[in-house]
């Protein structure tokens, strides 16, 4: 089915309700005996001031009991410090404008067509000028008016799954996402992207990577470090070209898709599985890590870097596993750890614990005894490192020989949040401990390779 | 043009000064403020697009910006750029120092601060912010300035963060360069209302307003540190907001340019009106005229069509002499058109019927093209010839402002250009382009900062003169000129640490300063302490008045060395009285007959010759004295 014709839709101002909108205290109090809502036209009168505009929301930029936010008919929010001697009046309330809009989008024969999942986050946003309110884009035609070049890359389906922000995504949205994906790519889609926060975007790739089995076609997650409501927003590159890659790269795998770097020149595709967030802002915060990307895209010309795990072939069927354990820990190793973290996670019932080593591997020597009582509980207990960059080897030295006799599994060259999402993913998904042991040292989906190289194009950059 | 009289014509103007501030760090992160001229390190390349409103809009100039393209290269410092000005971090808290000079300039003028600072994000997508928004922020509303016993309006004190410099310029390549070292920088936004009613007084509020912002001793100095936005509006015209003037000096005749400008406009809507036109005998329609010019011997035309281009024309009912009518010296409404045609068609520029033939189209093919396209003789044409996307955008610009003469004057964003005529930028933005800047959260104003600046604010420029003429006697166009002066500082450092002539420090780092520099002195090798030691010497009595100058040349060519070093090389030092009256008698001995003839009055000429001698190694009043005692005696003798 390509069918993306939309229908009449209409859109509604939405008014925020006082309480939801930042106002506290007396201020709220206030603003309510006044009867005044968000958006409407008041005058506010303080001493010898007057002040007269719009009344804005304040959740944004911190609640506040003292002062109220105004929009002057300049465009520019003031605030007023609201006392006894202030007096607040309403003066109108805002039209509300009912937009409707007559979309019919004819499909593209020539063009692939790609399911756009939306669960949150900048990449599809737009601001409310109004109320300086950032709404998701919810529709095709929202995609198609913020980023209008998209009609030339593909026929779009777009579908929003949730509204959340990254770091509230859970292993059971997890689950959800690839549910859906799942739907789109039986419904025919040539390849599935999903828009999401990019706190938690390499987690949430990872979860996929491990739950949708034998994919047909790519899946492409993506994400934006400048919100899309600014000129300068990565958004449009990063979906335009996971776009390109869910509809035309010959992969079908889960990747994940952004800035190579500062500039607006290229995109890279990392393996769902290998990607990290390594910077708190900048548009190339993602690197692959101990693997080169997948796809160097640029103009919409995809270079393949590395082999993908498997090429695109509709007639694969897909498997979908899309169950998480979410009593599984991960726990970083510092000087001074106390064992009663780990006895707290046996007593809690916890059923894994990956271990973020120090070096190539280890832990205090104070741990090694909960550790094995952990093991001993039937928890599975595996070794990362906090290094980031290269493989565990607990042969090396006497503390990383001691926690592999006691039972722990060594993960190679695995991300510690990759392992995390992997034990979720294997606990829900195995009958037996031990398989789940055994599949963890080993690689399933790209997490793991067994050969370093000694030249890892992590950025793609020239370095 | 007869003298224009404001008054009749419902002059009105407003200014927006923007001033940047000398602080230690940018507005929204801690680097430097400061702007640079050594190569940069690095460079990168990026795109801006436009967002819409929520009502769908798109601004129609961010728009036109997008479809050209538009690649910007950023250059950047390591060390006084970082990630906020690439856009790769958010920005930090607003500078506080910032906010306290804005207070300060609020309090000078009676404006009320805000009790929260709010910044906002202008929508602005030429690349001169790596955003594409510039931060700006209210801080304080209302309030006057009184010039010349005319209170004018302050609407707004408002803080924003400077833009990128733009560097070169590739129109080819559809590119621009723009340098990260000026972008963040503060700005105070002083906007006036528009209760300006002449040109000169547009001036003299403007030099009022900055000197006021020099009172406060924290703004920068120096070209480009301070920008003017005019706008300007006669009744029945519109606003024009010219943006960008530096030299203050043009200010008056931007304004009256402006004015003669709308007048003209105005003028030339009349005179349609007059002649019956109306918008429905406008229409846009392209008429392809490029086999009149076949055998063209306009060489503009002949390189046109071969490379490919085509040559199309628009008519303009009822239009004909009045698109070669001057609205400003040396500028038509053609020109107008033109700009129009440059901006929204990137074509080099149209020819319209009113200055034709010339430019190498001959009468014939002018005859034949206004044949062409049905012209008759109050009909004048406009003609492009270029690539044909290129001449329908630029014809249909000149259509859109031909409508616009039918009704006055269009309200538009406009340039100045050095002669103090404007040109074209793009239409005049809506106020629909800003939004909160959720990253940087409010600062509240409290009653104690509020204090704390009242408690501390600087004496103005303007009572600092008048006390320098009552506390030092100096003439006032002296007490002007140093409280104006870059040396203000150094000279109440040095009429406060030293009993010295405060007319001769002034005199010396006004005027002797600046015509040592005309006579190729590096002046500005002379530290603050060379200048202070100087009067030092001078309050001894060690150094002459006369002698500054040789010594002041001297330490400039040589400023590792000391005063006493300069003394001793330049042998100006001051010479005891035993050695003066050696002088003195030896003039007199070889001048006997001179002094015998003419007696005491001999005392005259006898002063001018040892003086000249003695030029800057002793002061006139010893001379006199001794140079009166050895006449006598020589008399007596």
């Known amino acids: 089915m390509t069918n993306a014709t939309l229908g009449h839709r209409e859109q509604e101002v939405r008014v925020l309700a006082l309480e939801q909108s930042g106002y506290i205290g007396a201020v709220l109090e206030r603003l309510s005996a006044a009867g005044v809502r968000v958006g409407d036209r008041i005058r506010v009168v303080r001493g010898s001031g007057e002040f007269t505009g719009i009344l804005m929301p304040r959740a944004q930029i911190g609640a506040d009991p003292d002062h109220v936010v105004v929009k002057l008919d300049s465009g520019y929010n003031i605030g007023i410090r609201v006392d006894s001697n202030t007096t607040v009046k309403r003066l109108k309330s805002p039209k509300r404008v009912k937009q409707s809009r007559e979309a019919v989008l004819t499909p593209k024969e020539s063009l692939p067509t790609v399911a756009v999942l939306s669960t949150g986050g900048t990449i599809a946003s737009r601001v409310d000028y109004q109320t300086g309110a950032v709404n998701p884009a919810l529709s095709a035609q929202d995609l198609y008016e913020a980023v209008p070049e998209l009609q030339s890359h593909a026929n779009i389906r777009a579908r929003v799954v949730m509204s959340k922000f990254s770091e509230d995504i859970t292993p059971a949205d997890w689950a959800t996402i690839a549910k859906r994906t799942a739907r789109e790519i039986r419904n025919g889609a040539d390849g599935v992207v999903i828009a999401h926060g990019t706190d938690t975007l390499a987690l949430t790739a990872a979860a996929l990577s491990f739950s949708l089995q034998n994919l047909p076609v790519p899946v492409v997650l993506v994400g934006s470090q400048r919100s899309s409501d600014r000129p300068s927003s990565d958004a449009a590159l990063n979906l335009v070209a996971a776009v390109d890659v869910a509809g035309r790269a010959d992969a079908a795998e889960v990747l994940l898709v952004m800035h190579g770097e500062t500039d607006d020149t290229f995109t890279l595709a990392h393996r769902g599985t290998r990607a990290r967030k390594c910077h708190t802002s900048r548009r190339d915060a993602f690197q692959s890590i101990n693997a080169s990307p997948v796809f160097r895209v640029e103009s919409s010309e995809i270079t393949e870097m590395s082999p993908p795990l498997y090429r695109r072939d509709p007639t694969r069927r897909l498997r979908v596993k899309a169950k998480f354990d979410d009593h599984v820990a991960l726990i970083k190793m510092y000087p001074g750890l106390k064992p009663d973290v780990i006895e707290y996670l046996i007593s809690a019932g916890y059923r894994g614990i990956v271990l973020e080593g120090t070096g190539l591997g280890h832990t205090p020597q104070s741990i090694h005894l909960a550790v094995k009582q952990a093991i001993d509980a039937g928890v599975v207990v595996a070794m990362t490192s906090q290094c980031i960059w290269g493989r565990v080897d607990m042969n090396v030295y006497r503390s990383g020989v001691k926690l592999l006799d006691i039972g722990v599994v060594p993960c190679q060259d695995m991300l510690p949040e990759t392992a995390l999402v992997k034990l979720m993913w294997l606990l829900a998904n195995t009958k037996h401990i031990e398989a789940a042991r055994r599949a963890m040292a080993m690689p399933l989906v790209g997490e793991i390779s067994y050969r370093t190289e000694l030249v890892v194009s992590g950025t793609g950059g020239s370095e | ?637």
């Open chain 2, 1 to 637: 043009m007869p003298k224009i009289d404001y008054s009749k014509i419902g002059l009105k103007v407003g200014l927006e000064l923007h001033q940047q501030l000398d602080t230690s760090r940018k507005l929204y992160c801690h680097c430097p403020p400061i702007v640079r001229d050594d190569p940069p390190h690095g460079v990168f390349v990026r795109r801006l697009r436009p967002t819409q409103s929520e009502m769908g809009e798109v601004d129609p100039a961010a728009l036109f910006e997008f479809q050209k393209h538009m690649l910007f290269y950023y250059e950047y410092y390591t060390d006084t750029t970082c990630l906020v000005e690439a856009d790769e971090e958010p920005p930090h808290d607003m500078d506080p120092e910032s906010i306290d000079i804005c207070l300060t300039m609020a309090k000078f003028l009676d404006s009320v601060p805000v009790d929260e600072v709010h910044p906002m994000r202008k929508i602005v997508i030429d690349g001169s912010n790596t955003s594409g928004f510039q931060r700006t922020a209210v801080i304080a509303l209302g309030g006057h300035i009184s010039v010349n016993n005319r209170n004018i309006g302050i609407q707004t004190i408002c803080l924003e963060e400077d833009a990128a410099r733009k560097i070169t310029e590739d129109e080819k390549h559809s590119s621009r360069t723009y340098r990260l070292d000026r972008l963040g920088i503060p700005l105070i936004e002083i906007a006036t209302a528009p209760d300006i009613r002449t040109p000169k007084e547009a001036q003299e509020v403007a030099l009022a307003l900055g000197l006021l912002l020099r009172s406060t001793g924290r703004v920068k100095r120096g070209l480009g540190t301070i920008r003017q936005d005019v706008n300007v509006s006669i009744r029945d015209g519109a606003i024009i907001e010219i943006k960008g003037l530096q030299q203050l000096e043009l200010l008056s005749k931007v304004v009256e340019l402006e004015a003669m400008r709308q007048i003209q406009l105005l003028r030339i809507r009349d005179e349609l009106a007059r002649r019956g036109i109306n918008e429905s005998d406008l229409r846009l329609e392209l008429i392809d005229i490029t086999d009149v010019f076949i055998e063209s011997a306009s060489k503009l035309i002949r390189r046109a069509l071969r490379a490919g281009h085509r040559v199309l024309a628009l008519r303009l009912p009822g239009f004909a002499g009045l698109v070669g009518r001057e609205v400003q010296p040396g500028r038509r409404l053609g020109t107008e058109f033109s700009d129009y045609a440059k901006f929204w068609g990137g074509v080099g520029g149209i020819f319209h019927t009113d200055e034709l033939p010339k430019y190498g189209i001959s009468q014939d093919e002018v005859e034949r093209l206004r044949k062409k396209v049905g012209a008759d003789s109050q009909d004048a044409v406009a003609i492009v010839a270029d690539a044909e996307t290129r001449a329908r955008n630029a014809l249909e610009a000149v259509f859109n402002r031909a409508i616009e003469a039918l009704h006055g004057v269009p309200a538009e964003t406009r340039v100045p250009l050095p002669d103090g005529t404007t040109k074209y930028a793009r239409p005049r933005p809506g106020a629909e382009r800003m939004y909160p800047e959720t990253d940087v959260r409010p600062v509240k104003i409290t009653a104690e900062r509020l204090a704390r600046i009242a408690k501390n604010m600087p004496e103005t420029l303007q009572a600092k003169a008048k006390r320098f003429v009552r506390q030092y006697a100096l003439s006032e166009e002296l007490a002007a000129q140093i409280t104006k002066s870059l040396n203000l500082d150094l000279f109440e450092k040095i009429v406060e640490s030293c009993s010295v002539s405060p007319t001769l420090v002034a005199v010396t780092l006004e005027n002797t300063l600046v015509s040592l520099h005309r006579d190729g002195v590096p002046t500005e090798q002379l530290s603050e302490d060379h200048l202070l030691s100087l009067f030092r010497y001078v309050e001894q009595g060690l150094v002459t008045p006369a002698a500054i100058p040789t010594i002041l040349s001297y330490v400039a060519g040589h400023p590792s060395a000391t005063i006493q070093d300069a003394l001793d090389v330049t042998g100006v030092g001051v010479l005891d009285e035993d050695s003066i009256r050696a002088v003195v008698r030896r003039t007199v001995e070889e001048r006997r007959d001179f002094v015998r003839s003419q007696g005491e009055r001999a005392i005259g000429g006898i002063m001018g010759i040892v003086m000249k001698d003695l030029r800057g190694k002793a002061d006139g009043k010893t001379v006199r004295q001794i140079v009166e005692q050895e006449v006598r005696r020589a008399l007596v003798d």
